[in-house]
């Protein structure tokens, strides 16, 4: 059997001094002091959605009083950092090319309004519901073609 020398006692000792000294700042770091930590962030802004819809004067997209004529081809412009999801659309004002012809006497309503989901950017061709003419609309609108102005309702999407 080999014979410990001095040199070889220091090269075991130094080996766990290396070792003990590393556990020892290793307990230091891992717990041994306090500290602060600041974070800055931006939130988004929230921007107007909106969507704009051409009906045309063709006979099948023509109101009369009970009929409902489908949006299938709005242009929804979402300006927000997220996607927003469209639950409701209320109409907020009706002009037209008929005097005496406005929101109170159209009786214009948006109905069957599906829940959609629009991404960042513009998306074409969206349905939007139906808009209805009420059944006690007012003659005076037989005719007229009209702009509607609508809120949009809706949410961040998930």
């Known amino acids: 059997m080999r014979k410990f020398t001095k ?25 041994w002091f306090n500290g602060n930590a ?5 939130s988004s802004t929230i921007g107007n959605v909106t969507a704009t819809a051409n009906l045309g004067n ?3 997209n023509r109101l009369y009083p009970n009929k409902a004529v489908p949006v299938t081809t709005a ?8 996607t927003v999801r469209v ?23 948006f109905i069957d309004v599906p829940t959609a989901d629009f991404p960042t950017g513009t998306t074409a061709n969206a349905a939007l519901g139906s808009v209805k003419m009420g059944p006690d609309a007012e003659p005076v609108c037989a005719g007229a073609v009209f702009t509607i102005t609508a809120s949009l309702q809706g949410e961040i999407a998930g």
């Open 75 to 82: 242009t929804v412009n979402n300006p927000n950092d997220y």
């Open 87 to 109: 639950t409701g659309v209320t109409i907020t004002n009706v002009t037209s090319t008929k005097s005496g012809c406005g929101v109170g006497e159209a009786k214009l309503s």
């Open 58 to 60: 063709a006979q099948a």
């Open 7 to 31: 040199r070889s006692a220091a090269i075991v000792a130094g080996g766990v001094m290396a070792v003990a000294g590393g556990t020892a700042a290793f307990a230091y770091a891992s717990g």
């Open 38 to 42: 600041t974070a800055y962030a931006a």
